[in-house]
Structure formats: structure tokens, C-alpha cells
């Protein structure tokens, strides 16, 4: 796939994802234009006086709920990566309809209008809180993955196809507990929720090459599952501030002790590779199938689970993953 005379249109654009794959795409792929779509003028400003004014950068402003706005800033645009969400738990469970008109509602904006401009390719980003949600934000992206592939089906008779790509804790990005645990660290005492949680963990820079590599393999159909390493919360806690106290404050409402990428009943229809999973569609006539060719089919009541991972950070692995957020916190350069 040549880049080089693309179209890229990212929502939710000027987040810690978008960021570093505009960076990334930039730099590897010289693609001739890319659009940043996002809500947040200052954000948008921000992210010009920061260095990202290349002469291939547009910023639309625009929100994912606003379908007209979206139709407009589609035209021409051969890819979309759909990255726009609100995706902190505790303030999707307080507003429960923002959470749904966002997710849901925008994530169907964005696939409605991708087919309309005749998008080629649109890739969503997902969670492994889809997978078993066990709180409101896991459900409403739960449906907008059931969206995305279930309209390849309006889509079957045009050009137009639509994946996900679903994986783990992006470590240092905004939300993540990396920034709070450096933040804690100074007062010598770290809070966990419980001692035994464990997490899939990986760096925006793994994130953003997963989802470049299932841009150019999708055919539509898939949800693309990287095999990523997990981590005991309670080393991470210890990675970051080895001589701080540790206070366990009991789990949180909607916060799992695990978490999931690939549940045993999608196991039924999910290939194994040797990077990836891919779960193909479970019933559907039009296409996603041919991933079978390429590699073989999990065991039967096969899940991929934080907890029963076979690929594991200890302590010093995850001060590699982190080394490069010190420096950042310390210039008050990392996101909360």
C-alpha cells in the first residue's frame, strides 16, 4: 500500500494516539494529507505551536456527533481512523447519555458518513473494557465495535470497508495511572485498588505501528488483537516509586481485577498469528474470511486474559516502558 497519495482523516485527533500517529505517519509513510477532526480549538492550537504545522497537517474542527460536519470534512478522504471517545470510567458512569451520544451515536455518525464520501478504508479504535464490559464505558464501545463491523454489510456493494483494532492500557497516554503513580511517588505513598490486578500494557508507539500494519492488511470484518504483555498493577506501583508506601483502597465500581482482549466464545472464530489475533466476523456473508489462509485457528475455549497471559513485564521490563515518561513528568510535559 503506497501512503504517499492518501487522504488520512483522524477523529479525535489532537489525543495522546492521534498525536503520535500523525508524528509516526509523517515521518514513515509521507502521506499527502492527513486532517486532524476534533472538538478542542485550543487543543487543535496547541498542537500547531507544538510543531505540528506540516504543510500535509489540516485541522477541522468538528465533533463525531455532528454527521453533517463529518460528511464535510470526509470529501476526498481515502482513510479514517476513528479514535474520538470519551473514555474516562468514572465520568462516563456519572453521565451516562454523553458517554452514548459520543461512542455510540458518533461512532455511527462516522460510518455513515465514510460511506457517503466513499471512504476506502475506516479503522476503530477499541478497548479490551469492550470485551465483558463490566462498566458503562466498556459497554458503549462494546456496540460501537458491533457498528463498525456490522456495516460492512451497507457497505458489501462499495468500496468502502470497516475494522477495529482492540488492545490494552497505552501506557503513559492521558488517563493512564502512569501519570498519577509519578504524581503520588513525591508524597511517598501510592494508592492501588488491589494487590492482585493485573493489565495489558503497551507504548503509544506500539499502538500506533499495530494500527498502521492493520490499515494495510484490513479487509474489512476484522478485529485486530495484538499479543501484548501484561503487568501486576502492584509491580508498575514499585516500578515507579520503589521506596513509597502502598495503600490498597479497595476496586472501584465498573474496574475489573482482569482484564480481557478475546472472550471464549469469539475464540470460535479468531486466527492466530504470530503478532496478532484476528477475530473474523462470526456470521456474515460478505468477506473478512481469508485470514484462515495466513494463520491458525485458537483452541477451543481459548480467551485471552491479563491474568493468564503468557507474556509478562516484571519490574525492571516495565521501567523500560516507563523511562521515557520521566523525563516528561519532570518538564510537566505528561498528560493526566
Known sequence: MDWKDKVILITGGTGSFGKKFIKILLAEKQPKKIIVFSRDELKQHEMRVAGYDHPS??????????????VRAMHGVDIVVHAAALKQVPACEYNPMEAV???????????????DA???????????????????????????????IQSNAYAAGTSTRYSCVRYGNVVGSRGSVVPLFLKQRNSGRITI????????WLSLEQGVHFVITCIEQMEGGEVFVPKIPSTKVIDLAR?????????????????????DLLSSDEA??????????????????????????????????????????TEWLDVEGIKKYIAPFETDFANGKLEG
Open 57 to 70: 497537517l489540516r485541522y477541522f474542527i468538528g465533533d463525531v456527533r455532528d454527521r453533517e460536519r463529518l
Open 268 to 309: 470460535r472464530h479468531t486466527i492466530e498469528l504470530e503478532h496478532m489475533y484476528v477475530v473474523q466476523p462470526a456470521e456474515a456473508t460478505w468477506f473478512g474470511y481469508s485470514w484462515k489462509d495466513s494463520g491458525k485457528p485458537v483452541a477451543e475455549g481459548f480467551s485471552y486474559t491479563s491474568d493468564s497471559n
Open 193 to 200: 485498588t488491589d494487590d492482585r490486578m493485573t493489565r495489558f
Open 239 to 259: 516500578a515507579i516509586a520503589p521506596n513509597a508506601q502502598i495503600e490498597i483502597i479497595g476496586i472501584r465500581p465498573g474496574e475489573k481485577l482482569h482484564e
Open 118 to 148: 466513499g471512504v476506502s478504508k475506516v479503522l476503530a479504535l477499541s478497548t479490551d473494557k469492550a470485551v465483558s464490559p463490566a462498566n458503562l464505558y466498556g459497554g458503549t464501545k462494546l456496540v460501537a465495535e458491533k457498528l463498525v
Open 101 to 115: 451520544k459520543t461512542n455510540i451515536i458518533g461512532t455511527s455518525n462516522v460510518l455513515e458518513a465514510a460511506l
